[in-house]
């Protein structure tokens, strides 16, 4: 096919087999050619940056149905397409619960209606609905299943080994996991916490007990039923030494947040803002996460993009909410770990695009290949930039980075052929889809 609906010229493009300069074809949102393109409705020069296959945001909180006030799909999606990102997975502790089909079909009937991006939910699996879970997850629109092992924001609580046993014994699709071991938590809030209203506790009643205990129950569960379990948020050196050896059967996510800030730092520095379950902890863990990124145990960063109003966060702790925004962030910091030599280009694709992959199976997307979405994230890797809140699109309208400065980032968001970001601004919404998956 020699003319294009759109051509990507002389771009550093991220291929699988590595880095080469050269053009890409888009044609009816699809890639029909990777090599030299003359002529096209639309050429971008992309010479001197580099384009990224669609980079995928796989754990976000946006807020709808029943906290609409901190979110909205449509403004979370804003986010994420100004940070780059062409796909998000949303989290199923909203109001009402999704754990049922009406539940997710009342929130890709929202996300096909409003959202700025592509997107697929997780389910929620509790006791009550583990013997629907083999039909559901099957469900269009579902990127798998999601349990609280420990109290979070909302009521999807599976603490017990018999609660999560049946969630782990029913379906075979990957099971994400917020493993922080509620039993411990609740002795520690009375014996570490007691009455203190210091954030910096934060870390100290969450301790890395909590995690490890509750990381190793999930991951003994999925072996004894051979099911694939991806293991959110880790925080800890001790729980990445134990899933280093247990790739069989867990993968591994870090956040942004863990990487980048550490205790007792961030609490004096942001209070309840740095506030997070699980919680940052100490520099020694974040050196072990690092580590856990360049060797290869970790196969995801994502944000948890989990909003709050600021109006929530400035009361007095433990009564405060646990989140931060930051899917729009998501890229833009680890772009600056790129520059600061903390890993490679190649690795950011690799644990926002080919993680995502890997871990849920996703189809036609996170690749630049022929006859794949036309997805593309494209930076530029030598810009400097402030992070600021009045930037955030997101609701909540704050960031822990507001004042931070930083290099490279996403300057076009482009989702299945049509520039939705340009240079910071928002340009045309596509007709939104549910990402599909290979089941």
Known sequence: MSHHDLILKGGTVFLPEGRTITDIGVNDGKITKIGSCTTAEETIDCSNLFIFPGLIDTQCHFREPGGEHKETIQTGTMSAALGGIVGIFEMPNTNPLTTTPEALEHKIKRGTDTAYTDFAYYFGGTYENSNNLTAWEKLDGVCGIKIFMGASTGNLLSASDKEVEAVVANGNRVIAVHAEDEYIMNDNKKTILKDSN????????????????????????????????????????????????????????????????????????????????????????????????????VDIVASDHAPHTLEEKSGTYPNTPSGTPGVQTLLPIMLNHAANKKLSYEKIVDLMAYGPIKVHKIKNKCLISKGYDADFTIVDPNTDHIITNSEQASKSAWTPYDGKKIKGMPIMTVIRGHIVMREGELLSKITAKPIEFDI
């Open 198 to 297: 210091d954030v910096a506790m934060h870390c100290k009643w969450r301790d890395v007990n909590s995690s490890l205990n509750a990381t190793k129950r999930v991951v003994g569960l999925a072996k004894k039923h051979n099911r694939h379990v991806h293991v959110l948020h880790i925080t800890t050196a001790d729980e990445m030494e134990f899933l280093r050896n247990n790739k069989d059967t867990a993968t591994v996510e870090v956040l942004p947040n863990h990487l980048t800030l550490h205790a007792p730092d961030c609490y004096e520095e942001l209070g309840t803002l740095a506030q997070q379950n699980p919680p940052i902890r100490e520099k020694h863990h974040q050196e072990a996460l690092w580590q856990a990124v360049n060797d290869g145990t």
